[in-house]
């Protein structure tokens, strides 16, 4: 196991800071806990695949620990990427994913009456669940 540090800055970036964002390699599959704004861009400058991330966690849900998603999805999708992708967060993930995530997640992470797009016939789906305090 290999825990590569993306960025250990908070709130906002600074000029040898990215905001907060870890990854954990794991033979076979890489898991992601919080994915801020210019993850994607570290994940090109480190030895992480992320077309290999299965899993991201977000610990709660300030912008600095997610508004990474956006682009990391849509690069996901550009490279082909086949395997699902799930996506864990705290008590209103869903809400904040259909109210403030923007139109790119549509296809991949369907919002209520959304569902999965009729005219997708490959790729891969997102996968999300919300984690509630006090449940296993």
């Known amino acids: 196991m290999k825990i590569v540090f993306l960025g250990t800055g908070g709130t906002y970036p600074s000029k040898l800071r990215n905001v907060t964002s870890i990854a954990v390699q794991m033979p076979g599959e890489v898991l992601m806990f919080d994915c801020g ?3 994607q861009r570290q994940l090109m400058r480190s030895s992480v695949s ?3 991330i299965k899993k991201i966690f977000i ?3 300030h912008a600095d620990h997610f508004l990474g998603l ?3 999805i849509q690069s996901m999708s550009l490279n082909g990427r086949e395997d699902d992708l799930r996506i864990f967060g705290p008590d209103g993930t869903a809400e904040t994913r ?3 995530w923007p139109r790119v997640f549509r296809e991949r992470l369907p919002c209520g009456s ?3 797009s009729p005219s997708r016939t490959s790729g891969f789906r997102g996968l999300l669940g919300e984690v509630r305090l006090g449940r296993s």
């Open 114 to 116: 959304d569902g999965p």
């Open 37 to 39: 704004e210019g993850t």
């Open 98 to 100: 259909c109210n403030a």
């Open 59 to 61: 610990s709660h849900l």
């Open 50 to 52: 992320f077309m290999k």
């Open 70 to 72: 956006a682009g990391l």
